[in-house]
């Protein structure tokens, strides 16, 4: 007998040979023309980045390179968050921190990390321990009730008598109140009044203000006894770009100023948007658009650089914000279009009006929605509940609760009408029926019905498709380029490739019930 055969005896009394399964992930690794490159076997693979490739087989984290080969060991048995340029791992419900590079910032044994940009903020307990990529110095900086990285990238800190700012040079100085309001600055709050800090912890605005409120970004507006101004809060400075002894006002998010009680200027964050007599309020449209009422009746359209896109006209009582030069306009209960002259220019015979998009515009007249031209002439009759802005000549519409597209001369593009159809960021439409999805190319043919339990367009030729739990890739004409077959499908634009993922279950030897265990023979 060779000694290949006496390494194992099975007895006589196995009457049944079983298989037992032992399930690992295997990745067929393919390139950009789906030709099959490479395969992995036993392994779980998953992407934080373009660059950063992570297996966690058997619950151990390991970097992995280009060829999806280990080269670095991380502590830790779960990736719990990636915020660049940091990796935070978790194990035995403790935390740690790596760089993406793969440096080791803090071992799995803080209660809770905070990250921001170069810094990370360590909790054990009580006690919090500060890192900055800079100096590379990690350094206990005290005990607190609770501790964060504020938007600025100072620490604030609350103890039982206020808030302190650790990383400052006045690390033990108690505030009334800290607001971390933008990247820039905190609005600190002490006896003597408002004031602002900025990212060095230094007082950029001495804390003398009666009132003090962020506007947006860098922008600030305040009030000291009997001056107003308007602030722009930079790395050194708090810098008063208007003050004015005359009241301002922030009034239905529009910065007013008023002169001797009258209404004079409208304000933009750091100055005078519009000084003009004879105004009698301001309404916001939304974030660019104003209407400017006047005293004699007359309203203008105003844009946010101060720019009259339909001038003070007496023909509407309200203008909305358009485009393609035409701006709907209500006028005895009813809109119509006026131009940047104020011009009627299509009369006020609809109930609601949107946008021109394509040289029309949605129109409602009754209950239901059409659409015009811009000499005023229906073009599509009012049929639907709903109509939406034409892109590249396609637009969404609703009737009795459905959706469907519809092109420019009035025909309805699809054969049926769905429960959604959404517009996505690539100009692809996304289509839903009874929670599954299809999608319909941007020129409004139909790539899948909506068949799938879920899809993503990954690029050109590559939808990710899933159906009964199971992935696969479809291409632009709606074939399968890859079957609807896989665990998961993984698109690495990093490296080029897509790993499609499958689980083998390959056999393995045991005992049958009954049997005996196979023993080794020794030599």
């Known amino acids: 007998m060779t000694s290949n055969l006496k390494k194992w005896i099975i007895t006589a009394s196995m009457s049944l040979i079983a298989f037992s399964v032992c399930q690992a992930q295997v990745y067929e690794v393919y390139d950009t023309q789906l030709n099959l490159v490479q395969k992995i ?147 600190s709050h002490e006896p003597s009044g408002y004031g602002l800090i900025n990212r060095k912890g230094d007082y950029i605005l001495e804390p003398i203000l009666d009132t003090l409120k962020h506007l947006e970004g860098e922008f600030f507006y305040g009030y000291n006894e009997n001056q107003y101004m308007l602030l722009k809060a930079t790395e050194d400075d708090a810098d008063i770009r208007y003050s004015s002894y005359h009241k301002i006002t922030l009034e239905n998010d529009v910065i007013l100023e008023y002169i001797h009680g009258r209404l004079r200027r409208i304000m933009k964050n750091d100055g005078i948007l519009l000084d003009i007599m004879g105004m009698d309020h301001v309404t916001r449209i939304d974030k660019d658009h ?78 239901l929605w059409g659409y015009t031209d811009r000499n005023g002439t229906t073009v599509i009759s009012p049929q639907y509940d709903e109509v939406g802005e034409f892109h590249r000549g396609v637009a969404i519409i609703k009737k009795d609760g459905r959706v469907n597209l519809l092109d420019k001369s009035g025909k309805e593009l699809l054969p049926q009408y769905y429960e959604q159809i959404s517009l996505s960021d690539d100009q692809y439409y996304i289509t839903e029926q009874e929670g599954l999805y299809g999608i319909i190319d941007p020129l409004g043919k139909e790539i899948t019905a909506p068949i799938f339990e879920s899809l993503r367009r990954e690029g050109y030729d590559k939808i990710i498709v899933q159906k009964n739990n199971k992935f696969g890739i479809l291409n632009e004409s709606g074939e399968l380029s890859l079957p609807v077959y896989y665990q998961n499908i993984l698109i690495d634009n990093g490296t080029q490739k897509i790993l499609a993922e499958d689980i083998y279950t390959p056999p393995v030897l045991e005992e049958a019930k009954g049997g005996r265990k196979k023993k080794k023979k020794s030599k």
């Open 41 to 187: 076997n036993n392994d779980h693979i998953f992407l934080l980045s373009e660059s950063i490739r992570v297996s966690d087989k058997d619950q151990k984290l390991k970097l992995l390179n280009n060829n999806y080969e280990p080269f670095l060991n991380l502590e830790g048995s779960e990736i719990y968050q990636y915020l660049s340029p940091w990796i935070l791992v978790k194990g035995n419900d403790k935390y740690g921190a790596y760089h993406e590079y793969g440096e080791q910032i803090l071992k799995p044994e803080y209660d809770h990390i905070d990250t921001h940009y170069n810094q990370l903020l360590g909790r054990k307990g009580n006690t919090y321990f500060h890192y900055d990529i800079g100096t590379k110095v990690l350094k206990p900086i005290g005990s607190f009730e609770s501790a964060y990285i504020a938007q600025n990238g100072q620490v604030i800190a609350k103890i039982p008598a206020g808030y302190m700012l650790p990383l400052s040079d006045n690390p033990n100085q108690i505030y009334q109140d800290l607001q971390p309001v933008s990247d820039g600055a905190i609005i």
């Open 290 to 367: 104003y209407n400017v009422y006047f005293k004699n009746g007359r309203v203008g359209l105003l844009d946010s650089k101060g720019v009259w896109r339909v001038v003070p006209c007496d023909s509407v009582t309200s203008i909305l914000p358009g485009q393609e030069e035409l701006y709907g306009a209500l006028k005895d209960r009813h809109f119509g279009f006026v131009n940047r002259a104020g011009k009627l220019v299509i009369p006020n015979k609809f109930e609601a009006v949107n946008k021109f998009s394509e040289g029309l515009a949605g129109v409602k007249l009754g209950n």
